[in-house]
């Protein structure tokens, strides 16, 4: 449905494309824009993919779909799998869009880091993914969803955020990443974690 009308694709792009620029211009092009760069990226991801896991469960709010949609004999697991599986591709999606970008306006380069720099990206967007996903199941039934969801979600997702941050500072500074396997292996055990979570959790979630 949203490859169709690309409802969420194109006013999440818009957002950050804008939030991308307004940035560019609020710091000092002298100083050290790399030493910033991973944490300002990240921030613009974070609160971008709130944009896309408010709709996790908004489409089904309509014409009482949640209810068909917890009758049907998949389960929650395969509820909660599809819709963290749908997110990653936006945000992946929103990723590959803005990067470019923002590599261009903050003069930084990741050459000979791509794949690390793409296993980051994987990484983080499915740690948001599955947060948003699960609490989005949680909040789906509030009247105050999107304001509830960023509330919860940015304080649980905050140590995957924290490892994403310091990956992406050290592939922008050309360091190598051998002595800082401490975070991929944290980002890996949080996604492992909030995954089984979510997929043991959704199905009470949506029937409660």
Known sequence: MEFRNLEVINSVGTFTLVVLLLFSFAFDPNTDSGALAGGLLWVIYAFASILILNRSFGREMANDCLTGLTAAPAGG??????????????LLSLELMSLPVFVVFYDVRIAGSYAWMGAVLVLGAWALSATGALFGA???KSGLRELMLPVIVFP???????ACVHLTMLLFAGEPLADSMVWIRLLIVFNVIFTLLGATLTDFVLTA
Do not use: E, Q, Y
Request: proline share 4%; hydrophobic share 70%.
């Open 77 to 90: 697991s395969a509820v909660f799998m599809g819709k963290t599986i749908a997110n990653v591709v936006l």
């Open 156 to 162: 649980l997702v905050l140590p995957a955020l924290i």
């Open 138 to 140: 949680i909040t789906a």
